[in-house]
């Protein structure tokens, strides 16, 4: 990687915002920095960075054009389609899904990430088109809507990031063996990785692809 970090490299970072925005790396350059979720690679000699604590950083490579691009992937993004919003950008770039290669990276795994119910339901709602039937008592809707700790406590759904992501991917019709998924995680892992839901660090992950054409 070493090779990769001179000169004549470019480095794009942007204002990350849990949104499902996507930009060209030659606008969230070093002193341009916009808000954006997604960097797509559009000179060469960039270096598309992604910072994390929990959430997915997601890479993608056309084998064949050797475009590439990073996202920044949680929650709020799987609920706003973000991968969506990027391999419709690829589809621009006249990319064949069998080309399309996607790596994700560590992240909280689902033991770890703890929701309440009402949180559970509409992301699979917006994220899944899913429709899931939660019964909740008056005190546990009261307490959806409230600012207290309760529903961290009480451990009563397990959120699985990656595998919506996965999903996500497949309903795209990239195919399976063109996807690859890290079994580490953030949460667990805390020698290795920074959490932000286990102490709220304010250190992160940097991770990065490298446009080379």
Known sequence: MGNHFN????????????????????????????????????????????????????????????????????????????????????DNFGTSRDDLLVAIGPAISKEHYLVDKLTFKEFYRKAENKKITLNLTKTEKDLCFSDTNYFEEQNLNQLDLKKSAYRQLLSENIPNTNIDISNLCTFKFKNEFNSWRKNKTISRQWNLICSKR
């Open 7 to 90: 000169e004549n490299y470019i480095n794009c970072v942007s204002n990350q915002i849990h949104s499902n925005v996507i930009v060209f790396g030659s606008l969230s350059q070093e002193g341009i920095k916009t808000d954006a979720d997604g960097l797509i690679g559009n000179k060469s000699n960039q270096n598309l960075w992604i910072y994390t604590a929990d959430c997915m950083p997601i890479f993608f490579a056309d084998k064949r054009t050797r475009n590439v691009a990073a996202l920044h992937c949680g929650r709020r993004g799987l609920e706003k389609k973000i991968i969506k919003n990027l391999v419709k950008i690829f």
